[in-house]
Every structure is written in structure tokens, then in C-alpha cells.
């Protein structure tokens, strides 16, 4: 899957890397019993100690973004399927499409960054952000 991500994602990353870049997984786990990554209890766990406890979970983020990206900015399912990693339900879809719309899911992302969410209000930032 390929995954344009925008310069605060990297930006990320790249601190990530200072901890784990020794290891192949970007949230490695010495502890973990299973692939060697933190579980999603981890990360919910964090969540709580954060004060999210019962206000949001670390999948809870996807359909946040799904909802976001189809109900208040409009983008077509198909983009934001393929930003959540979402394959074609259509047997004869993932057979035949070659397509990626990198352009678009890049657009997508800078646009989604440039809203925050406060209340059940979207709010815009800012245009024009440089990438």
C-alpha cells in the first residue's frame, strides 16, 4: 500500500525512529508475544491514561477520519477507502485496478489537516499549508 503522507506524519515518524529505528517496526514491542509490535491495548491503554478513557479507543480513529472525510469534506468513498487501507469488495475491482490516486489522497490529507474538529463543528484553519 502506498501512502502519501504529508510533513507532519513524517515529521513523526522520523522522532519514532530515534526510538525504534534499530528495529523493522515503527511501534516495536520487546514484550510483545505476537509480531513484535505494540497491541491496540497498548494503545488504548495510553489513550485512557491521557484521558480518553471512554471517550475514544485507538480504532475509533478510523472512523473518525471515515466520517470526517466523507460526511463533512465530501471526498468520494473510494479515496477514503483506499486511505484506510480498505480493499474492493468487488471480486473483478482489485483484479482489474491499477489506480492509486496518489494526487488525490495527498490532496485529501493536506485538506483533512487544515480542519480540527470542536464540538460536532468543523472549523478551518488554514489554506495554502506548505508540504
Known amino acids: 500500500m502506498v501512502v502519501p503522507l504529508p510533513l507532519q506524519a513524517i515529521a513523526i515518524l522520523r522522532e519514532q525512529q530515534k526510538i525504534n529505528g534499530h528495529t523493522e517496526y515503527v511501534f516495536f514491542s520487546e514484550t510483545a508475544k505476537k509480531h513484535q ?3 491496540e491495548n ?3 491503554k495510553r489513550l485512557k491514561d491521557l484521558g480518553y478513557q471512554n471517550i475514544h ?5 478510523r472512523a473518525t477520519a471515515k466520517t470526517l472525510l466523507q460526511e463533512q469534506l465530501k471526498y468520494p468513498l473510494v479515496l477514503v477507502e483506499m486511505a484506510l487501507g480498505h ?3 468487488d ?3 482489485s483484479a482489474y485496478g491499477r489506480f492509486e490516486y496518489i494526487d488525490d489522497r495527498s490532496d485529501m490529507l493536506k485538506c483533512c489537516l487544515s480542519f480540527k474538529i470542536s464540538g460536532s463543528t468543523l472549523i478551518h484553519l488554514s489554506v495554502g499549508m506548505s508540504w
Open 37 to 39: 509490535i505494540i497491541s
Open 42 to 44: 497498548t494503545a488504548n
Open 57 to 61: 479507543c485507538a480504532h475509533g480513529f
Open 87 to 89: 480493499t474492493t469488495k
Open 91 to 93: 471480486p473483478n475491482g
